[in-house]
């Protein structure tokens, strides 16, 4: 009787797929794969529509040269909408109604941490080309939350450095009170320590009308320089009440997520930019062969240059391809760790690109840039020699 009880166990164990080595295999990739794209339809964050574009590039042409194996991509493209929270609705969406097993998108840090949890709960990955804050590495659930941008551990030094190079002593700090703005201050609030006087760091709601009080208090202290971190919706709106209230002899110092803003949309803005703001941001090697073939190719399928994130977008893309063609399967666990695999050193249009253990890219090239009055417009200018940021161990 003993030893019918322990085959019957055995075999039950063997049908459940419990025994090591005796796993249920990964699914194959099927006939069609479905890539969940999710990024904001409309306009900001991170100029979403210009993001869908260079994956839809990256797919066309992946599916052009044969797809994964005779295998063709395709895109299940899901609105992100304005907030974490119909992120996270969105999320729940590709996943449990279209099944998805990978999603490139998440746009911003604060939606990111949002569907950090439901991601790992799920077993899907996510790759997102634009979140950015530090603050999302550590976390639980990282390891299904890659960032094919350079991080704000990164962007927050190079903040810091051009402050310090400029030899300002007096620092004020203005960040929106996010993810990705606390994140950036306190990134760079530890590099500038030893080195400068933060004389008052203010948080703000970005979903303000108005920030005349923040704008005074910080005037109040007379600054050498104002680090301001912000998305272009709410730092337009700061540029204009900055220049209104004379505060355009203080030099700023912005980082990315003002760079990109509509200048023809935001003329009191733009002006306000031209006199008093520095910025920083991440860049590809524009003088690489690799990224001109894909601006060229942007440019010819859309009629327009690619914009920022464009180039971490179409990275992902064939990131997520590479993975899946080394996996061999539909499953985000396997994808997942295929990625960790291809994305070592991997040759992108954004540079190279080597993953550390919680999705984090180690290094970025940023770019340091101006606006300035091109003819009868006003435009973004890259100014001088890309800064290559590797994070300090």
Known sequence: MRTIYLFVTLACLLIAGLLPGCAPASPPLPAVIPVGCLMAVSSAPAQGPNLIKAAQLAINEINEKGGIDGKKL???????GPTAATALYAVHKLIDEQKVQVILGCTTSEAVMNVGPYLESKGVLLISPSATSGSLSGQGWSQWAYRVCPS????????????????????????????????????ATEYLRGMTDIIISLRYDPAKLSYLSELNSIKDQRPECVLHVGH????????????????????WIAVDGSYGMPLDKYLDAAKFMEKAVTGTAPVPDSNS?????????????????????????????????????????YNGNAIREALAVVGMGYPGVSGYITFDRSGERIAGLYGIWKV???GTQYEYVITGQSVNFLRPK
Do not use: W
Request: charged letters at 20%.
């Open 289 to 329: 062969n690799i990224y001109k073939s894909f601006a060229i190719g942007y440019e010819k399928a859309y009629g327009v240059l690619p914009t920022v994130y464009c180039d971490t977008t179409y990275d992902g893309v064939y990131l997520i391809a590479a993975a899946m063609k080394k996996a061999n399967s």
């Open 232 to 251: 272009y919706s709410d730092g337009a709106v700061i540029y204009e009440q900055a220049l209104k209230a004379g505060m355009d002899n203080i030099p």
């Open 152 to 187: 704000d551990a990164l962007q927050g030094g190079v903040a810091a450095q051009l402050i310090k190079d400029k030899g300002y002593n007096k620092v004020a700090i203005l960040v929106q009170d996010t993810v990705y703005g606390r994140g950036l201050e306190e990134t």
């Open 74 to 80: 395709l895109p299940i493209i899901q609105d992100e």
């Open 372 to 374: 300035k009055m091109q």
